[in-house]
């Protein structure tokens, strides 16, 4: 191995130039990342315009369900 300053300064640099460059890579990959992210959410947001029902709605409905089922089977002479 050899015993030059220079050559542990210029492997030095290197290693650090190779470390900035994994790095920059790496950070855009990121960036590049969550832009496709955001670009789902915003699909997402457009294609549902509709509101959400909200949960007493939804346990009212499964109620009207319920009682047409018991009124159909009165209706049918099958007892409850």
Request: glycine letters at 8%; one cysteine or more; charged letters at 25%.
């Amino acid at each position: 191995m050899p015993q030059d300053p220079n050559f542990y300064i210029i492997v030095g640099a290197f290693a650090v130039l190779c470390v900035g460059i994994v790095s920059t890579l790496g950070l855009r990959g990121w960036r590049d990342w969550i832009a496709l992210k955001h670009a789902e959410l915003d699909l997402a947001r457009q294609g549902s315009d509709a509101p959400v029902p909200s949960a007493t709605s939804r346990i009212e409905v499964a109620d009207l369900k319920e009682r047409v089922k018991k009124l159909e089977a009165i209706a049918a002479g099958i007892d409850i």
